[in-house]
């Protein structure tokens, strides 16, 4: 397991970006990063994950080409750009882990409140 910490949330207008940062005091190159965000009254739900290798997927119920995940290795830090945010996009978003040889994420953040307001 590693030690997550998010940070970059905030409240922004509708319309409007954040990014936000996972930085991890560890090395990270070696495992698959995902975020997650959990909206008020909702169960938590899948954003996106970019692999070792950089390889990314998404959510394809709200993201739409609106969210990027990127990576630094050398920083050990892994980045979520939010454009275009709406008020649906309210949520608590975590960083989470996943080593090669796991199949859930085993690491996970404390999450990072973000406030989109209409």
């Known amino acids: 397991q590693v030690q997550l910490v998010e940070s970059g949330g905030g409240l922004v207008q509708a319309g409007g970006s954040l990014r936000l940062s996972c930085a991890a005091p560890?090395?990270?190159?070696?495992?698959?990063m995902g975020w997650f965000r959990q909206c008020p009254g909702k169960e938590r739900e899948f954003v996106g994950a970019?692999?070792?290798?950089?390889?990314?997927?998404y959510s394809t119920t709200f993201v739409k080409g609106r969210f990027t995940i990127s990576r630094d290795n050398a920083k050990n830090t892994v980045y979520l750009q939010m454009n275009n945010l709406k008020s649906e996009d309210t949520a608590i978003y975590y960083c989470?882990?996943?080593?090669?040889?796991?199949?859930?994420?085993?690491?996970w953040g404390q999450g990072t409140q973000v406030t989109v307001s209409s």
């Open positions: 970019i692999s070792w290798s950089g390889f990314t997927t």
């Open positions: 560890g090395r990270i190159s070696e495992y698959t």
């Open positions: 989470a882990a996943r080593s090669r040889a796991a199949t859930t994420y085993d690491s």
